[in-house]
């Protein structure tokens, strides 16, 4: 229970903290900062508790059930490999956490840095912990849509958007293409499981669709890894804060797609299509970035490059896929996050200080900042390899590799003399970086005069520099245990003897190491001036760039099939998209249905009461009556919908379903005066109407009546095909059996709603949400139109039949003024009602959903009898706080059992003793109904007030056309 308890802290405790830190103001900078590094810290301190469990192999599993009758559960387990994983996670981002409160400006919006920083490192936690393939790729998906939004911070900046955005289109392209990866998967074993996916290579590799699985495997983890050629977006993406570079950018996010492949190269590697493909565009990779970083001129742009050439030396030693490759590439993973988050991090020092990160501008910082300058420097030796540092250990054991591995193919052989190639180019960047930043004549035309960043600011940068040399100058003290755990947990039995030490002898590996360190040196000398220029690539790749086929591919997506696709079955208006949606609806449903002999009803209509047949019949006449009368007529169109809508209130009622009647009278009323005041902006209709160019207007019409009629009877014909199929006890017998027992109400209606169904609830307050705020978008956006600005004639003021001045009231606006009061006086009793349903509704006709409905209605009731500004002085309503905060309520309801080993949303009832009054029934049912009462108060309130407030702008405008008139006259009097 412990672990499992500290498996959910893992995941969870980010999320929660990502939604607190989004509700704090924006100067609690301080605030922000503890809140997060208490996150980051406590992730620390939950894996080092856990590490004796993970040291001895174990791995650690909890299971949540979510929708256990849909076989749907939040699957979670641990071992090495996601510890070390984690551990970066948690660690790399308690030391951004504490960077980036010196980095970011006091006037920049830190509580949505911190809370996307929070809630991208719980994404990341789900990717490594998921026990469930689908959830992984839940989890993947997720880390594309939270860096986007961290990649494109600054808003205003067009680079940050333009990145943001190519990163979300290359990944969450790549997240679709490992979605039909894992269900052909989960299809091929026959389970979802990733320990039963990572126990059946066998059965997957000899499978007909493994090359297909393979294919979108691999673009799902080369999109997010970067790797050629989905490479492009990763130095784009550098438009983003330095902390979201240093901790996504070398630590987290890339880092996902190379843990995916180490993850599964037990089911999917070891064949030859896995060894071209992943060891093929990992060397590419490898080579390509390692060349372009040499000639960029910006820092960032530098450690871009570097990242995605390293990102394919791990990519590679994944795809040789021998044992100690694999062990090699989890080595690289730890040394690489190590030393580029803090060399991203003292480039962002030196562009803090300095105002700039244009190498060509800086020069001769090591006087000003000796101290960041001295550890850039080791961090960019232990990036190009130099002994000491971690990664020379991590480069000798590719170079092993390299050299060791015979296969026989042509890219087998070339493996060693590419990795030597590359390492040049590496250890001839890192030098660029130190020389051109540190050493040189002092700048002279800098933005800022350079100093040393503030203390703790330079500290993260310590501490990861300090790491870089515990790892290389003590690899078997400050690794082995490390390494041990993680490599266990990917080869388990096949696990070799592997040896870490600073020397192994005068081998193969340090004579490549020597050749590359030498050869590296001559590169940079004899190239200095050139890589300083203009150009951002060698001369070769300068003229294929990623970035320019993304951008005429998205061009093409984007702007000329659409608009092919739009002259060819498009429509400006209306009624032919509607008509085709209804069209392909009612086909689809037809195709499936058809045939299907159990739908025929075994029932037929016994009797009718001519009662119950006259008001379905003034029914079906309003309905009618509104479909005739709106082309012509939209008021009395709504009124004879009103209509329809309550005969369907009293057919509720008439078959012993008051509850539904109550809702539904309740919706029909704030529906149709939501729509009557929405009635009053619409343009007036045009009388005459442009012939179809296709069918005549009556052919039209008929065709539009055909297809209403067969929609609609076959709707009808659907549903009493299923209510009078059964044979025996329905399920709506099984419900009334059970609410009192399993739900603690009577009223089985709302039991279903707020605990049986629950999840459904909650899915539709959600809908009604994102409705709501789409609703009062658009309406913001909306301007009256012009006939409709002046004041309606109902609201004009009648003359007064008395005293010549005109102030004696007129009957009129007694006439007027008495509903108004009436209306005003009717708030305190629509509160009450909306208390008395809400109260009621788990035992009696009601509940949260009616409640908040009622208050609704009485909040529309004081729009419509004073005036906006009258009102909203008077009572505030924030309907935004009111739907965030019934959402939250509801979800709380809902994980509030898994505290209690519960499935989600699982409900408790149970009497409470009640001093003075005894006991009294009490459900946390009620708690999730509170929810959806604040869901629903919010949602319709927020449209109510878009609507509301046209008549503000319409005052303006007539306003406006006053003034303007007025000043016309005056000009012409002038004249």
């Not at 390899?385 to 087998?412: C, I, Q, R, T, Y």
């Not at 959600?766 to 012009?786: D, E, K, N, Q, Y």
Request: charge should be positive; proline fraction near 6%; glycine fraction near 8%.
């Amino acid at each position: 229970m412990i672990e499992q308890n500290a498996l959910l802290l893992l995941t969870g405790l980010p999320f929660g903290a990502a939604a607190i830190a989004s509700t704090l103001p924006r100067q609690a900078r301080n605030a922000e900062a503890w809140l997060s590094g208490a996150v980051m810290a406590a992730g620390v301190v939950i894996l080092a508790l856990l590490f004796p469990l993970i040291a001895t192999g174990e791995v650690l599993r909890a299971q949540i059930e979510w929708l256990p009758s849909l076989g749907l559960n939040l699957d979670l387990r641990l071992d090495g490999l996601a510890w070390l994983m984690l551990l970066l996670v948690f660690g790399i981002g308690l030391l951004v956490v504490i960077y980036a409160r010196y980095y970011m400006a006091p006037t920049d919006p830190v509580p949505r840095f911190y809370a996307l920083l929070l809630a991208f490192s719980g994404a990341m936690a789900g990717i490594l912990i998921s026990g469930n393939i689908i959830g992984l790729v839940v989890f993947w998906e997720l880390t594309s849509v939270v860096s986007f939004l961290l990649i494109g911070y600054w808003q205003r900046s067009q680079a940050a958007r333009d990145g943001a955005r190519m990163a979300l289109t290359v990944t969450a392209s790549g997240g679709f293409c490992l979605l039909a990866a894992m269900l052909m998967l989960g299809q091929i074993v026959g389970s979802y499981d990733l320990d039963t996916v990572l126990a059946s290579g066998d059965v997957i590799r000899a499978h007909p669709l493994y090359l297909p699985v393979l294919i979108l495997f691999l673009i799902g983890a080369f999109t997010k890894s970067a790797q050629f050629p989905f490479h492009f977006w990763l130095p784009n993406a550098m438009a983003a804060p330095t902390p979201v570079s240093a901790y996504l950018h070398s630590a987290t996010m890339v880092k996902a797609g190379v843990f995916l492949l180490v993850r599964f190269s037990p089911a999917l590697g070891q064949t030859p299509a896995w060894f071209w493909i992943v060891a093929g565009a990992g060397m590419t990779t490898l080579v390509i970035g390692a060349m372009i970083a040499l000639w960029r001129n910006d820092l960032k742009g530098l450690l871009a490059y570097s990242t995605i050439s390293h990102l394919g030396l791990i990519t590679a030693l994944v795809g040789i896929g021998s044992e100690l490759a694999i062990i090699a590439a989890i080595f690289h993973i730890l040394n690489h996050a190590l030393f580029k988050a803090s060399l991203f991090m003292a480039a962002g020092i030196i562009d803090h200080e300095t105002g700039t990160r244009d190498m060509r501008r800086l020069s001769g910082l090591f006087g000003p900042m000796p101290r960041t300058g001295i550890l850039a420097i080791v961090a960019a030796a232990s990036m190009a390899g130099v002994p000491l540092a971690n990664g020379f250990l991590s480069k000798e054991m590719f170079f092993a590799e390299a050299a060791d591995w015979h296969n026989g193919s042509a890219l087998d052989n070339a493996l060693p003399y590419i990795a030597v190639f590359a390492s040049v180019f590496s250890v001839a960047y890192s030098l660029r970086f130190i020389m051109s930043v540190f050493f040189g004549p002092p700048a002279t035309d800098l933005p800022r005069t350079p100093h040393e960043p503030p203390s703790w600011m330079r500290r993260p940068v310590e501490a990861l520099v300090l790491l870089c040399l515990l790892v290389g100058i003590f690899p078997g003290l400050a690794a082995r245990w490390v390494l041990d755990v993680a490599a266990v947990a990917v080869l388990g039995d096949r696990t070799p003897y592997y040896s870490l030490a600073l020397w192994h002898g005068w081998n193969t590996p340090l004579k490549m190491s020597l050749v590359a360190l030498v050869a590296g040196l001559a590169v940079y000398a004899l190239g200095a001036r050139r890589f300083s220029g203009e150009a951002e690539a060698p001369p070769l790749l300068d003229r294929i760039r990623g970035q320019r086929i993304f951008d005429a591919l998205m061009l093409r997506l984007g702007w000329k099939w659409p608009r092919v696709l739009h002259r060819a079955m498009g429509s400006d208006a209306l009624q032919p998209q509607l008509r085709l949606i209804v069209v392909l609806t009612w086909l689809a449903a037809a195709f499936v249905l058809w045939g299907a002999t159990r739908l025929v009803p075994r029932q037929v209509f016994e009797g009718v009461n001519p009662v119950f047949a006259l008001l379905w019949a003034v029914g079906a006449t309003c309905a009618l009556g509104a479909a005739w009368q709106a082309k012509y007529h939209r008021f009395a169109a709504l009124v004879m919908l009103g209509g329809a809508g309550l005969a369907t209130c009293l057919t509720f009622a008439w078959f012993s379903a008051p509850d539904l009647a109550v809702t539904q009278l309740l919706v029909e009323i704030l529906t149709t005066v939501l729509l009557l005041l929405g009635l009053r902006w619409l343009p007036r209709r045009v009388e005459k109407i442009a012939e179809d160019v296709l069918l005549p207007a009556r052919l039209r019409r008929g065709r539009d009546a055909v297809l209403a009629a067969a929609c609609g009877t076959g709707v009808a014909a659907l549903a009493f095909a299923v209510m009078s199929t059964a044979p025996g006890l329905s399920i709506g017998d099984w419900f009334r059996r059970n609410a009192y027992s399993e739900g603690g109400g009577t009223n089985a209606v709302n039991v279903i709603l707020v605990d049986f169904r629950a999840f459904d609830t909650f899915g539709e307050i959600t809908v009604l949400t994102i409705v709501a705020l789409t609703c009062f978008a658009l309406l913001r956006r909306f301007r009256p139109a012009p006939e409709s600005i002046a004041l309606p004639e109902q609201q004009r003021p009648v003359p007064a039949a008395g005293p010549e001045d005109g102030t004696s009231p007129t009957p009129h606006d007694v006439l007027m003024a008495v509903p108004s009061v009436i209306m005003q006086w009717m708030f305190p009793l629509s509160i009450m009602l909306a208390a008395y349903l809400f109260f009621r509704g788990h035992d009696l006709p009601g509940g949260g959903f009616a409640g908040g409905v009622a208050f609704a209605i009485g909040l529309l009731l004081q729009y419509l009898a004073t005036n906006v500004r009258w009102l909203e002085s008077r009572i505030t309503i924030r309907p935004t706080t009111w739907m965030g905060i019934g959402l939250l309520i509801a979800a709380g309801t809902g994980i509030g059992g898994f505290l209690f080993g519960y499935p989600f949303l699982t409900a408790s009832a149970r009497y409470v003793d009640v001093p003075l009054v005894g006991p009294v029934p009490a459900a946390t049912a009620m708690v999730f109904d509170l929810g959806v009462f604040a869901t629903v108060v919010g949602a319709s309130v927020l449209i109510q007030i878009a609507i509301a407030h046209q008549s503000l702008r319409s005052a303006r405008l007539r306003a406006r056309e006053a003034t303007d008139t007025a000043a016309a006259a005056l000009h012409r009097e002038a004249r």
